[in-house]
């Protein structure tokens, strides 16, 4: 085991190289991959011979009256066999004065044995032993586990040379700009542009959504991503280094470094926790005798089993362990979250806080009502609306076009676009106007008795009527809007730039319980920090430079996946999928996740207090002290695993 006193680094010491302890699998990212499960035929003839070493150690301590010296020298040998390491690690970290569970164990051992308990010292040596084989292959396991959510990029690609053949090549090896062959089956090594061939593509790796994505020549697809249907042709966009896969994966793995106020609290403990013991246990061997209370040997049985009961290894494993289980269950949804820190305020959520366009809504306008003041005129108006702005490039006028009929271009003359107001022309010899409120009040208009639009109509002097536009929002921002409310969200709260009239749509649409428009990026972040400051955990969702600020401020800041690189890099989690639903199970994962620890917690320290009473009370034995330990350590490490097997 790693010393406790350096668990809450990054990094932690050894007492030699290649260890292959339990807290190194959880920061050594690749440690659980590159462990061969598979023993040698020496390791197997080892373990045989550690066996019948424990046999003759009972037989000789427990069944049969033989020698001392022979009972001696079979448990010595025994104790050697299974805990030649143990010791020493525990001899070495004393010398150091370092207090950890190697010292305690060892500790243990060797006081049972100086007092005659020849069996007793033998039956911690090889429980602890194999009690942490088995903790290191249930950490080990959970390792793959994790490292199968992230492990998506191929290691081989196939180049296109000039002359039409292919070649296999590493994936490292590509640059941007490289032409590669991707075979049905085949995973994106980086990301790419098709340019020739039309295919469908598995993305659950990345954004965690099932249904595959149609492509086609000059779509973009994201490494990771796997060819389901047709032969593709593409063009490398980055190299593999910098895909969104080797990001994603440095985004999971990096995770653990980023440290929860749990984790902190846990690391602060056992740093205090083991000299408290050992003082403890001392008390407990020496006090009661020293007031006449039993003998001495019985006190010193029971102070060890007290000592190898109290070792903090269950608490220093699995608490990083859930928590990072939770990052890789989250990151399977489609959700990156960027530290394990940021489990507790996402799972603590009462608002979710989000920007507008982009994030609720797709950044495209669509017309919502396009009415004539007279209904008798509706199909010139729209005519001439459509005709108008056939001669803009707006991305208003775009809209419009793709919503009403298209235009005739006859019988049109001097045509003028207006910035920022609007088209002016003459349509058989009468003036045309089409555009904002201004156009049409330059022109002495009066339209202050009709609806807030964004383009209005007028034709020979007459106002025929409206156009009012609005984003339109994601597919599944109501669903999403609902789901938060069930899993317990209390208020959602959409900041934007746009005006009211436009977010007010938006917010019917998607059932948003509050809006605030014509908001500057200051803004934004003065009414993130005004509920902030009113005790509310804040989780706020958006895509763009200026919501890099907001995102940096707030409890949990999350970013859209396609978003800017600034807002990406601001957030603390990154919305792969680019759904809001995902969102949802990334709260929900997040509780569970927090639930899974704090019951880990406290399992183990009353399981703990238990057998501290038991082992004062002379009713505890050094094997339920053993099961306090590692055995406790192996059912919470398991139950943290747990976490991975999500299903909302």
Known sequence: MCQLKDIGSKKHEHDHDGC????????NPSAASETDDTPSQNEKSKLIGKI???????????????????????SLATIFAWGFDLLKKGFRSLRRLSLDENVLMSIAVVAAFALGEFFEAVMVVVLYSIGEMLEDKAVQKSRRDISEVVNIRPQKANLLLPDGSTQEISSARIRPGDSLLLRVGDRVPVDAKVIEGESSMDQSALTGEAIAVGVRAGD??????????????????????????????????????????????????????????????????????????????????RSLVFLVASCPCALVISVPLGLYSGVGAISKQGVLVKGTKFLEPLSKAETIVLDKTGTLTTGELEVSQAEALDKADQPLFEELTALAESYSSHPIAQ??????????????????EIAGKGIQMLYRGKKLLCGSARLLSDDGLDIS??????????????????????????????????QWKQAGISQTIMLTGDSALSAQRVKEKCGIDQIYTDLLPQDKLTKLNELKNSGKTVI???????????????????????????????ADAVLMSEKLTSLTNAVKISRRAL???????????????VVFALGIAGIANMWMAVFADVGVSILTVLNAVRILRFRS
């Not at 019948?52 to 079979?74: D, R, T, Y």
């Not at 419009?400 to 235009?407: F, G, I, T």
């Not at 639930?595 to 207090?609: C, D, E, Q």
């Open 540 to 570: 706020f969702v958006g895509d763009g430079i200026n919501d890099a600020p907001v995102l940096a401020a707030a409890d949990v800041g999350i970013a859209m996946g396609l978003g800017t690189d600034a807002a990406i890099e601001a």
């Open 52 to 74: 019948l070493l424990v046999a003759a150690a009972f037989v000789c301590g427990e069944l049969l009256e033989v020698p001392l010296a022979v009972s001696f020298l079979v």
């Open 220 to 301: 973009t697809i994201l490494s990771g991503s796997v060819n389901l249907s047709g032969v593709l042709k593409i063009q490398a966009q980055s190299a593999f280094e910098d895909s969104t896969a080797s990001r994603m994966i440095r985004l999971v793995e990096e995770s653990s470094a980023q440290k929860g106020q749990t984790e902190k609290l846990i690391t602060r403990f056992a740093k205090i926790y083991t000299p408290i013991v050992v003082l403890c246990a001392v008390l407990v061997a020496f006090v009661p005798p020293l007031l006449g209370i039993g003998g001495l040997k019985d006190w010193i049985m």
């Open 595 to 609: 639930s899974v620890v704090h019951f880990n917690i406290w399992f183990i320290l009353i399981i703990k207090l």
């Open 20 to 27: 292959g302890c339990a807290m190194c699998q959880l920061e």
């Open 399 to 416: 809209a419009v076009l793709k919503a009403l009929p298209a235009p005739s271009k006859e019988d049109v003359s001097d045509v003028k």
């Open 449 to 482: 008795s009709l609806p807030k639009a964004n383009v209005y109509t007028a034709y020979d002097n007459k106002v025929l009527g409206y156009v009012i536009l609005s984003d339109r929002p994601r597919e599944e921002a109501a669903q999403a809007v609902s």
